[in-house]
């Protein structure tokens, strides 16, 4: 669960990740207030969110188990542990 998370938290961090890249190549001063407008970090957290919306449906879409397939839960068999599956 950790992964997902820290996943999609890095996927929402790109485009101001790619911003302060610009402005550090463009040799601005990255933690001055006026490098950050208002406008300009609305769009980036459009971006952002955006981002994410397109990662969920491309996990939704890409991920999982084919259709039609069957789920059988984890059990113990003969003392042992047997994670479940979908075959």
């Known amino acids: 669960m950790i992964r997902q998370i820290l996943t999609e938290l890095g996927l929402f961090l790109i485009p101001f990740a790619l911003y ?10 990255l933690l001055d ?5 208002m ?3 609305v769009w980036l957290t459009v971006a952002a969110v955006a981002i994410l919306i397109a990662s969920f449906v491309l996990l939704a879409e890409f991920s999982g188990a084919p259709p039609g397939s069957t789920y059988e839960p984890a059990h113990i068999e003969d003392g042992k542990f047997i994670p479940g599956r979908a075959h």
Do not use: I, M
Request: proline fraction near 11%; charged fraction near 20%; glycine fraction near 6%.
């Open 20 to 29: 302060a890249g610009y402005l550090v190549l463009t040799r601005a001063d």
């Open 39 to 41: 406008p300009r970090l």
């Open 33 to 37: 207030r006026a490098s950050w407008p």
